[in-house]
């Protein structure tokens, strides 16, 4: 099924200069690139964004950190292009993250993982809403 998510490379990834790396491989999958931006987070949209956690204890860190820095918010579209991200990104922390994974092969610790993408296709609608409210 076409789709579209939304993929995120957090500070750790821009600051490290993985971008060209973790984009080729999304493109050598297939899946197109629809929209891409380098920006900052705002509070508001980290809020939006990570909601779902407000309260937690990793909560308050979380906001800190994907406001810390430029990040590169991206649109990306294809076939089931949730789920194959999901796989390309490998496990959330990434000690877990098998070796070609995104994480796997550029993350480091679990607070600073490198990449977020949407988990369904209606947090990806959701996500996309929030950080490119013009894109349709």
Known sequence: MQEKTYVMLKPDAVSNRHIGEIIARFERVGLNLERLELANVTPEQAAANYAEHE?????????KYITSGAVVKMVLSGEDAVVICRKLMGATNPKDAAPGTIRGDFGLVM?????HGSDSPESAQREIGIFFPDFS
């Open 55 to 63: 309260g937690k204890p990793f909560y308050e860190g979380l906001v």
């Open 111 to 115: 607070d600073a993982n490198v990449i």
